[in-house]
């Protein structure tokens, strides 16, 4: 089963994906765990998470998917795994606060929050690395093959 969830070709487009994806949610995770970049850290973000009526657990996954996943994807170590986080994270941000504001980000500051065209963005790079894999230069393509893919 280990070998089917770190398995994976040398692909250099999927590790470029994996990367930009992993540092993106790696940033987005330390201000929710860490209160670095401006964020609110662990217990600043879970109090806001839970005023939303997010239930404990729930935000403490989301919190552990944008940060773990984000180091996952960096280091292209369990990269299926980290970009199923992500997916159920960005669906459940999607679902609970953004569809109401439509597709659009708030640009311009004329609408009440930010629609979802990041979160589709970040499901469909992160399906395709959940579908290939972490590719080149990853532990999981190492961890495969004994090749980082270099």
Request: glycine share 18%.
């Given at each position: 089963m280990f070998q089917k969830i770190v398995n994976t070709r040398n692909s250099h487009t999927i590790a470029f994906l994996r990367l930009v994806l992993g540092i993106v949610f790696f940033a987005h995770g330390a201000q929710k765990m860490l209160g670095w970049f401006g964020g609110y850290g662990f217990s600043g973000t879970m109090g806001f998470f839970t005023s939303m009526g997010i239930p404990a657990p729930f935000a403490f996954l989301a919190i552990a998917a944008e940060f773990f996943g984000g180091l996952g994807l960096l280091f292209g170590f369990l990269g299926r795994i980290a970009a199923f986080g992500i997916i159920c994270n960005m669906v459940v941000a999607i679902c609970m606060v953004h569809r109401h504001n439509g597709l659009f980000?708030?640009?311009?500051?004329?609408?009440?929050?930010?629609?979802?065209?990041?979160?589709?963005?970040?499901?469909?790079?992160?399906?395709?690395?959940?579908?290939?894999?972490?590719?080149?230069?990853?532990?999981?393509?190492?961890?495969?093959?004994?090749?980082?893919?270099?």
């Open positions: 980000m708030n640009w311009g500051g004329n609408q009440k929050g930010e629609g979802f065209e990041y979160h589709i963005l970040a499901i469909a790079i992160a399906l395709a690395i959940l579908v290939k894999g972490s590719g080149a230069f990853s532990l999981d393509r190492f961890l495969t093959t004994g090749d980082s893919g270099r």
